[in-house]
């Protein structure tokens, strides 16, 4: 509609021009070489347009002509760039489907024909790294950052191949100065976060998870936990140079996140060490509301170094209270009774868990409750032997990593906040490793006539840490694999355990973060091993071994 109505004002103007012109006649005089030449006005108009139209219609035939070489050569490059494009496009495809040949032979035709477009040197690259060329990758992502456009792109390929080659170092300065060329990157910033939690630098991590959070790479409640994370992992570094600083630092770290349990832990231990109890009463039963562990159950239970056993007893059952159908009451309530040896209230706490599923740590407390109250070796075995094939408690695992005791960062993959309390897997011999050290298991003993006397087999046993791996020895390792029911695969027991004994109870500050008696041990001495005067609830073909000892001392 513009158009038409400039179109009509133009020839408006023109019209009313041609009509100025015929009203006022006159004459128009040339001399030029004697020759004259007289014509009116109108038609002298008319000859001046005339040749303005020929004079342009004659540039552009010899500018035409003039750009005929200039066009040939235009053309020739498109088709080239065509080419090299069409070359680009056919190596991503080579390069997604996996082709490494097609892939080099592409990116080949793509640098002679295209050699400065930055496509050409991202298919070079990926094409040496399907090929497995990592120098020449490495080079095509160094030429990258010669280029302003591209050199954010190769920061990130050669961090991607000193991650590879372990490097580091290399890959760190990469993500750094990928951070200071373009801050809103997420897989720099993940990578500096990454790098200052494995390295334990605590304050350079919270600095990268507030710029994250500044950026809007994570929500807030991600940002909040793992500012948490890292305060609790801070804290756990400084509370033996400064515990006033790692108290408040464990305290911060609860604000921001109440149910992450270390931070629970270690402020109720260091508020119990400085003599806060009720404080540290409050602490550990608000994270208790959030989530039962049996380390908070040890430091509550013993927040008082002058408690006696049935104190201890009269706490767990408060705890019970809070949470009346959590596992970790009833476990809670079981040890500090079998302490205070009140059996029966041990048995009833465990009962509906061994009505149901006995898991590893319930039947090591039955084996417990069976040798204290009654004395009972075959019992005590019985329950023993059926710890090596019960489900399995929880623990922290992380990336199918299991580990006796909270870590901030994942060891395997570096993630931040990587653990939880969960049941790790559940078949011995998965992908999932332990983080301890296997106690030496003494293998079956030669018969009683040539073999040592028990005494001497109780004393020879190697002292074992309080922190073990019970790992079955090769003979009930085949047993247990000839059975093919699917309960029967062995788990790897893990387990952090005090002693208990009758009469002894420990100091708080030495079984903070103990759940139980020295159940390990137990294993490995009895419910692998057969007793010549108690053959027990099943029979093999093993070999009676060296009789060990029970709790520190010898069974007649």
């Known amino acids: 509609m513009l158009r038409l109505l400039i179109f009509l004002a133009l020839a408006s103007a023109a019209a009313l021009g041609a009509v100025w ?66 070359a680009v496009s056919r190596g991503m495809v080579a390069i997604g489907s996996g082709d490494p040949a097609a892939a080099r032979r592409h990116a080949a035709d793509a640098r002679k024909l295209i050699s400065d477009e930055p496509l050409t040197l991202l298919l070079s690259a990926q094409s040496a790294q399907l090929s497995g060329d990592k120098p020449a990758a490495e080079a095509a992502f160094k030429d990258m950052l010669e280029e302003p456009s591209t050199r954010v792109l190769g920061l990130r390929g050669l961090f991607v191949e000193a991650r590879r080659r372990g490097d580091q170092v290399a890959a760190r300065a990469f993500a750094d100065e990928a951070v200071r060329l373009s801050p809103s990157l997420a897989w720099a910033n993940d990578a500096l976060l990454e790098y200052h939690s494995s390295a334990g630098q605590w304050a350079e991590a919270r600095i990268a998870v507030e710029r994250r959070a500044a950026l809007r790479l994570s929500d807030k409640t991600e940002s909040r936990r ?263 695969a062995a788990p790897a027991v893990s387990s952090r355990i005090d002693p208990v004994t009758p009469n002894a109870a420990a100091e708080p500050d030495a079984i903070s973060d103990q759940t139980g008696g020295d159940h390990a041990g137990k294993v490995a001495e009895l419910a692998l091993t057969r007793l010549p005067d108690d053959p027990g609830p099943e029979s093999d073909n093993r070999a009676p071994p060296a009789r060990r000892s029970f709790w520190g001392w010898q069974r007649a």
């Open 226 to 488: 793992h500012r948490a994370v890292l305060l609790a992992a801070e804290a756990q570094q400084r509370e033996e140079s400064d515990p006033t600083a790692a108290l408040a630092t464990a305290l911060e770290a609860l604000k921001l996140a109440p149910d992450l349990t270390p931070a629970a832990e270690q402020a109720g231990r260091l508020l119990a060490a400085k003599g806060d109890v009720k404080k540290a009463a409050r602490v550990i039963e608000a994270a208790w509301r959030e989530q039962p562990h049996p380390g908070l159950a040890g430091i509550y239970v013993h927040l008082r170094k002058g408690d006696s056993a049935l104190d201890r007893l009269g706490k767990a059952e408060a705890l019970r209270k809070l949470k009346p159908t959590d596992a970790e009451s009833a476990f809670a309530v079981a040890e500090a009774a079998i302490a205070a040896r009140d059996f029966p209230r041990a048995r009833a706490a465990l009962q509906p868990i061994v009505a149901a599923i006995p898991t590893v740590r319930t039947c090591l407390l039955m084996a417990d409750i069976e040798d204290a109250e009654h004395g009972s070796m075959g019992r005590a075995r019985e329950w023993l032997t059926r710890s090596i094939r019960a489900p399995r408690d929880n623990a922290w695992v992380a990336d199918g990593l299991v580990s006796e005791r909270w870590l901030p960062v994942s060891p395997v993959s570096g993630r931040l906040d990587a653990f939880v309390w969960t049941l790790p897997p559940a078949v011995l011999g998965s992908s999932a490793p332990v983080m301890e050290e296997p106690i030496a298991i003494l293998p079956p003993a030669p018969p009683a006539a040539s073999g040592p006397p028990p005494e001497a087999a109780a004393a020879s046993a190697p002292d074992r840490p309080a922190t073990t791996t019970i790992l079955p020895p090769p003979a009930v390792t085949a047993s247990i694999a000839a059975d093919t029911r699917p309960e029967a």
């Open 21 to 86: 012109l015929a009203e006022r006649p006159g004459e128009v005089s040339i001399v030029w070489g004697g020759v004259t030449i007289e014509t009116s006005v109108a038609i002298a108009a008319i000859a001046v347009l005339a040749l303005v139209l020929a004079g342009m219609l004659l540039w552009t035939v010899l500018r035409f002509l003039l750009g005929l070489p200039t066009a040939f050569s235009f053309a020739s490059k498109a088709r080239k760039r065509a080419r090299g494009f069409d």
